[in-house]
């Protein structure tokens, strides 16, 4: 079991909930820029990127994605409907469909201003945004439960239970387990 996937994204999303005792997480804040947003968007894509990988093995053993084109072609091979996962931050009324440009053949903005964060910060500082990161952290989120599904099938259960991301139709366990027995959009 993958489950330092899991640990990271955990990381990463302390990361996040921690951000918004200073940046109230609003629609009117989306374009709200920062150093710890820069951090979270290159964190959560980076690792993107390794879970990626993974699902794409996982899709076709005989796969050699390297980038987010190649991700594409092989994840909507299997996944077609990956694209309409929807992920909510409840505690703040928000949702967040982070790959949906993928329907359209197209990478999202929020992956484009990643590179450019990446690349080149000194130019495109200003696109380390709060909208970015939460996209990221979304995206991130999206593709570890992909990955988990087709690793462990339904039921699978993993400790704890995210604190600020949920993904629609889950079910969740007692306490603080989370059973991973959720319908991703490719179940219907």
Not at 77 to 85: G, H, Q
Request: charged share 20%; glycine share 4%; aromatic share 18%.
């Amino acid at each position: 079991m993958q489950i330092q996937y899991w640990e990271y994204f955990l990381s990463i999303e302390d990361d996040l909930t921690k951000v918004s005792r200073f940046v109230e997480f609003s629609v009117d804040n989306y374009k709200t820029y920062s150093i710890e947003f820069a951090r979270i968007i290159l964190a959560s894509s980076s690792e993107f990127d390794v879970v990626a990988k993974s699902l794409c093995k996982a899709i076709s053993s005989s796969s050699s994605a390297n980038n987010i084109d190649d991700y594409r072609k092989i994840i909507l091979s299997r996944y077609p409907k990956f694209p309409t996962m929807q992920i909510n931050i409840p505690r703040y009324n928000l949702s967040f469909k982070p790959w949906e440009d993928w329907q359209k053949q197209i990478n999202p903005n929020w992956w484009t201003s990643y590179n450019n964060v990446k690349h080149q910060r000194d130019l495109h500082y200003n696109e380390a945004t709060l909208e970015t990161a939460l996209n990221s952290v979304a995206g991130l989120f999206c593709g570890i439960m992909y990955y988990f599904r087709i690793m462990h099938g339904k039921g699978f259960s993993i400790l704890p239970f995210p604190q600020l991301l949920d993904a629609q139709n889950y079910s969740s366990g007692q306490g603080a387990s989370f059973t991973w027995d959720f319908n991703l959009p490719d179940d219907f």
